[in-house]
């Protein structure tokens, strides 16, 4: 097989798209409308990507089997024409390679069937109580001491619970969860640094070791919680090997808390900044929540770029892009395509016509949603009424990065 050139495209303008800028990470939204007017499809030399930021395109591609999430289930490195990761990555590239995100059929049909069923609509509606319990407790504790950095206190601690609660991680350890989380999901930014990388493969070996304790320890003791599933899943003939447990486990374990964080402290800033929405909400909390939450993922979203790889030449709104070459598609602009979404960067929480892709589309589309929207619809509707005047106390700061779109923290008062 001939090796395939990374592509030779002298860069264009990239109309102030600059990941690495925290100017651009505050504000990213006006640079996204310049690129789908001018350069919908257009190849980034300083992070060798291609960037398609219109939502029928990034739409389009997720769907399309000519691309990959990773070239490895097809291609070695080097008959991509691509450099294999240093040896000392080893333990990232593993844990994340047999996860379900990194995998392809036939692997990812066997393990997604076996993983759906915790997710199933009934099993998440039975999880209500649950949630709508671990919310009050944390929402209550802010009201009393008078308000605190709102991600601290309820948007962190409150899916971190949840997911813990799901694989059976006891109480004590569940201070390791979000470290571990931050520290590999550093490898998803642009261009990672070696201490980002360092920091990742780190977390990668602390964290499979803790899976791996975990898994013995339910083996002996099974429990009711999902990794005592996977046991019995596996015992009785379904085939998961032990590193793919462990990897899907890590997955679930930092999916399903990031982006919620994430969703909720952008979700709250965007709706301080748009006083006239949060009182129709607050009006109607009820009446308004599901749409609003609907809107608030799109209106700010807490992932802004997916990658894929092209593993047959495509054509993508009349641009070639060869196989080799990496895709970035950009969910935070897709999400604010006019030719989508009637008057794009207006807050509407009462829009109905909201296909947002922030959950993904295609084989990969997010197996945690409607746990997401359960958690976000609890924890917006207790701090909805038992603070109803919860205001902003300053401005905040964004994490720095760029992929996972993120505040540092929110003070507020109620
Ligand atoms: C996949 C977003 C919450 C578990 C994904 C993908 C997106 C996403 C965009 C697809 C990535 C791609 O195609 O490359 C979100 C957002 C969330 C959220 C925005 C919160 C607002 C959760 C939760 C869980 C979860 C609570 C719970 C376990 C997963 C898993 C996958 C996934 C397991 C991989 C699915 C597969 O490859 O088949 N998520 N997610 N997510 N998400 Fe979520």
Same mark, same amino acid.
């Given at each position: 097989m001939t090796p395939t050139p990374t592509p030779s495209t002298p860069s264009a303008p990239a109309w102030g798209f600059d990941p690495w800028s925290p100017e651009f990470v505050a504000h990213p939204y006006e640079v996204y409308a310049g690129l789908r007017e001018h350069a919908p499809v257009t190849y980034y030399a300083p992070s060798d990507q291609w960037l398609v930021s219109r939502h029928a395109d990034v739409s389009a591609l997720l769907r399309d089997r000519r691309l990959g999430r990773t070239y490895l289930h097809r291609f070695s490195h080097e008959e991509f024409g691509r450099t294999a990761p240093p040896p000392e990555h080893e333990p990232f590239h593993t844990l994340n390679g047999n996860g379900l995100l990194d995998l392809e059929a036939p =692997?990812?049909?066997?393990?997604?069937? +076996? !993983?759906?069923?915790a997710f199933t609509p009934r099993m998440v509606e039975s999880l209500r109580p649950t949630v709508q319990r671990i919310a009050a407790e944390l929402v209550d504790g802010l009201v009393a001491d008078g308000g605190g950095d709102l991600? #601290?206190? !309820?948007?962190?601690p409150l899916p971190v619970a949840v997911?813990?609660?799901? +694989?059976g991680v006891p109480e004590s350890d569940r201070h390791l969860l979000r470290p571990w989380s931050a520290g590999i999901v550093g490898m998803f930014e642009l261009n990672p640094t070696a201490e980002a990388a360092e920091r990742a493969v780190r #977390? @990668? !070996?602390e964290f499979s070791d803790y899976l791996r304790a975990l898994i013995a320890e339910r083996r002996r003791t099974p429990g009711d919680d999902l990794v005592s599933a996977l046991i019995a899943a596996? =015992?009785?003939?379904?085939? +998961? @090997?032990?590193? /793919?447990m462990i990897s899907t486990c890590v997955l679930l374990l930092n999916a399903g808390h990031e982006a919620t964080v994430n969703t909720t402290g952008n979700g709250w800033w965007s709706l301080f900044r748009n006083p006239d929405q949060l009182a129709a909400l607050r009006a109607d909390p009820e009446g308004l929540l599901p749409t609003a939450i609907e809107e608030l993922m799109r209106y700010d979203t807490p992932l802004q770029m997916f990658e894929r790889w092209v593993l047959d030449d495509i054509e993508v709104a009349g641009v070639s892009i060869p196989r080799g070459a990496e895709v970035a598609l950009l969910f935070g602009s897709a999400n604010r395509d006019p030719e989508r979404f009637a008057d794009p960067d207006r807050l509407d929480l009462a829009r109905t016509d909201n296909p947002h892709i922030t959950f993904g589309a295609g084989i990969h589309f997010c197996l945690g949603a409607p746990l997401a929207r359960l958690e976000l619809t609890e924890s917006f509707g207790a701090l909805l009424r038992s603070a109803p005047e919860l205001r902003v106390v300053r /401005?905040?700061?964004w994490q720095p990065g760029y992929v996972i779109r993120g505040l540092s923290e929110l003070l507020v008062e109620v």
């Amino acid at each position: 097989m001939t090796p395939t050139p990374t592509p030779s495209t002298p860069s264009a303008p990239a109309w102030g798209f600059d990941p690495w800028s925290p100017e651009f990470v505050a504000h990213p939204y006006e640079v996204y409308a310049g690129l789908r007017e001018h350069a919908p499809v257009t190849y980034y030399a300083p992070s060798d990507q291609w960037l398609v930021s219109r939502h029928a395109d990034v739409s389009a591609l997720l769907r399309d089997r000519r691309l990959g999430r990773t070239y490895l289930h097809r291609f070695s490195h080097e008959e991509f024409g691509r450099t294999a990761p240093p040896p000392e990555h080893e333990p990232f590239h593993t844990l994340n390679g047999n996860g379900l995100l990194d995998l392809e059929a036939p =692997d990812h049909t066997r393990i997604r069937r +076996l !993983v759906s069923k915790a997710f199933t609509p009934r099993m998440v509606e039975s999880l209500r109580p649950t949630v709508q319990r671990i919310a009050a407790e944390l929402v209550d504790g802010l009201v009393a001491d008078g308000g605190g950095d709102l991600i #601290a206190r !309820v948007a962190e601690p409150l899916p971190v619970a949840v997911i813990a609660e799901m +694989l059976g991680v006891p109480e004590s350890d569940r201070h390791l969860l979000r470290p571990w989380s931050a520290g590999i999901v550093g490898m998803f930014e642009l261009n990672p640094t070696a201490e980002a990388a360092e920091r990742a493969v780190r #977390a @990668s !070996v602390e964290f499979s070791d803790y899976l791996r304790a975990l898994i013995a320890e339910r083996r002996r003791t099974p429990g009711d919680d999902l990794v005592s599933a996977l046991i019995a899943a596996y =015992d009785e003939g379904e085939k +998961l @090997s032990e590193q /793919e447990m462990i990897s899907t486990c890590v997955l679930l374990l930092n999916a399903g808390h990031e982006a919620t964080v994430n969703t909720t402290g952008n979700g709250w800033w965007s709706l301080f900044r748009n006083p006239d929405q949060l009182a129709a909400l607050r009006a109607d909390p009820e009446g308004l929540l599901p749409t609003a939450i609907e809107e608030l993922m799109r209106y700010d979203t807490p992932l802004q770029m997916f990658e894929r790889w092209v593993l047959d030449d495509i054509e993508v709104a009349g641009v070639s892009i060869p196989r080799g070459a990496e895709v970035a598609l950009l969910f935070g602009s897709a999400n604010r395509d006019p030719e989508r979404f009637a008057d794009p960067d207006r807050l509407d929480l009462a829009r109905t016509d909201n296909p947002h892709i922030t959950f993904g589309a295609g084989i990969h589309f997010c197996l945690g949603a409607p746990l997401a929207r359960l958690e976000l619809t609890e924890s917006f509707g207790a701090l909805l009424r038992s603070a109803p005047e919860l205001r902003v106390v300053r /401005e905040p700061s964004w994490q720095p990065g760029y992929v996972i779109r993120g505040l540092s923290e929110l003070l507020v008062e109620v």
